[in-house]
C-alpha cells in the first residue's frame, strides 16, 4: 500500500508514491529473530568398556567432534572405582580410573560449551581384584586347610590345619646371592651339566624378579664348597643315595625357607621325572620366603609340578609382591592394603649351627617337593 506526496519541483507539482509502512505492537520496532539451535557437541573415540585392578590405574583419552575450550566433568557411579580427568589440550579430555574394590562401576562424561550441545558419554568400568585371602595365607604365611576345604582324613593326614593368627612374613630382606656346588662325591659327579646350570641360572633370575617385582641384583657364582655365609643361597645337586642313606625316600628337591643362610638340593636322579626349570623356580621361590600353594591350579608353588609352566603365576606374582612390599616379620592381615602397618618381629631364619657340610644340612627344617 501506498500514499501519494505532492512535491514542487521546478514550479511543477508532481506527485510522488512513497512506501507506508505499517507496524503492530509497540510502536513500530518489529519483532526479535529467533536465536539459532545450539551446535551438536558429542564425544569421539570413547571406548565401550575397561578393566582395572583394584590398586592401579586405567587412562583413555576422549575428543570431542569440535575442539572449543569446553567445561568438562567425569563420575563414577559406585565407590568401586573412582575417576579424575584433564583437558590435555583443547577438545581432548584425558581421564583417569582408579580400582577400588571389585565390582561394576558406569563412568559417566560431560562437556559444556555456549552455543552447542552438551557432549554426554558412558564407559563401563569392570574392577577387578586378584588379591585372594586363601591364596595369601598358604603363600606366604604357611596356613592353609586341606585343598579346596577338603576334610579327606587322609588330607588332614598329610596336611593338617595351621592357624595363621601368629604367623608372620619370611621373606628374605634383600635379594640374595647364589652359590651353585660341583664336585664329585665318592667318584661320581654330583654337580650340573653345564645345560642343567644354566637352566639353574635362568630360573634363579626369573625366579627372583617374578617374585620380588624387581630386577635381579645377586650375583651366581660357582664352587666346590659352601658358602654358608648370610645373604648367600646355596644350592646343592645330590643323588638318590644321600636320602636312601638317612633312610628316607628321595623327593625331586627340598629348600630352606627365607633362610638368611639358604639352601637347596635339587635331586639329579629324579630330573627325568622333575623337570628341573620348574623344580628350580619352585626352590627359588622357597628360598626367597614362600611356601607350598595348596589350592588347584597352576601355581609354581604347588607342591605337584606336574606339567606346570616354569614361571610364577599372575597370582603368585601378585600376592609374593605385596609380600615383598611388606617386608620381613610382618604379622598376618586378611589384607595388607586396607590396613596400617604394624610392628614387625625380627628372625634371621638362619638355621646356622656350625659350618655346614653335605652331611649335616638342616634336612629337618627343609620344605620337601616330592615325585608323584
Known amino acids: 500500500m501506498t500514499t501519494r506526496k505532492s512535491l514542487m519541483v521546478g514550479g511543477l507539482l508532481v506527485a510522488a508514491l512513497s512506501p507506508l509502512v505499517l507496524s503492530c505492537g509497540d510502536g513500530g520496532g518489529g519483532a526479535p529473530a529467533a536465536p539459532p539451535p545450539p551446535i551438536p557437541l558429542s564425544w569421539n573415540d570413547v571406548p565401550d568398556g575397561i578393566t582395572v585392578r583394584v590398586g592401579e590405574e586405567e587412562i583413555f583419552t576422549a575428543l570431542l567432534s569440535a575442539a572449543v575450550p569446553a567445561t568438562y566433568s567425569a563420575s563414577a557411579s559406585s565407590g568401586a ?5 584433564r583437558e590435555v589440550r583443547t577438545g581432548v ?4 580410573v582408579a580400582g577400588v574394590e571389585a565390582g561394576e562401576v558406569q563412568v559417566t562424561l560431560r562437556a559444556n560449551h555456549t552455543g552447542y550441545t552438551t557432549a554426554t558419554a558412558s564407559v563401563d568400568v569392570v574392577v577387578e581384584d586378584l588379591f585372594d585371602e586363601s591364596l595369601w595365607r598358604e603363600l ?4 592353609y586347610d586341606c585343598p579346596n576345604g577338603s576334610t579327606n582324613e587322609g588330607c588332614m593326614n598329610q596336611w593338617g590345619e595351621r592357624q595363621v593368627e601368629r604367623r608372620i612374613t619370611s621373606v628374605l630382606p634383600s635379594q640374595p646371592d647364589w652359590h651353585i656346588l660341583g664336585g664329585y662325591v665318592d667318584g661320581e659327579p654330583w654337580e650340573f651339566t653345564s645345560f642343567q646350570e644354566q637352566v639353574v641360572r635362568d630360573a634363579i633370575r626369573n625366579g627372583v624378579e617374578q617374585a620380588t617385582g624387581e630386577r635381579f641384583t645377586g650375583r651366581i657364582t660357582t664352587g666346590l664348597t659352601l658358602k654358608d655365609s648370610y645373604g648367600w643361597v646355596d644350592v646343592l645337586p645330590m643323588r638318590d643315595e644321600f636320602w636312601e642313606d638317612l633312610g628316607r625316600r628321595p623327593p625331586c628337591g627340598v629348600a630352606l625357607v627365607g633362610a638368611t643362610e639358604g639352601v637347596i638340593l635339587i635331586n639329579l636322579d629324579a630330573l627325568d621325572v622333575c623337570d628341573l626349570a620348574s623344580l628350580m623356580a619352585h626352590e627359588v621361590g622357597h628360598a ?5 600353594v595348596l589350592n588347584v591350579g597352576d601355581y ?6 606336574t606339567e606346570i609352566p616354569p614361571e610364577f603365576s599372575e597370582g603368585e606374582q601378585f600376592h609374593a609382591l605385596l609380600a615383598w612390599e611388606l617386608g620381613r616379620g610382618a604379622p598376618f592381615t586378611p589384607d595388607p592394603r586396607k590396613t596400617s602397618s604394624a610392628a614387625r618381629m625380627t ?3 638362619g638355621y646356622s ?7 649335616n644340612l638342616p634336612l629337618g627344617e627343609m620344605i620337601e617337593c616330592r615325585m608323584h
Request: charged share 20%.
Open 300 to 305: 609354581i608353588m604347588s607342591p605337584y609340578l
Open 353 to 359: 649351627e656350625g659350618p655346614r657340610t653335605r652331611a
Open 140 to 143: 606366604v604365611f604357611d596356613a
Open 347 to 349: 628372625t634371621d631364619r
Open 81 to 85: 572405582a573412582t575417576v579424575t580427568g
Open 93 to 96: 579430555y584425558e581421564v583417569t
Open 288 to 292: 626367597l620366603g614362600f611356601y607350598h
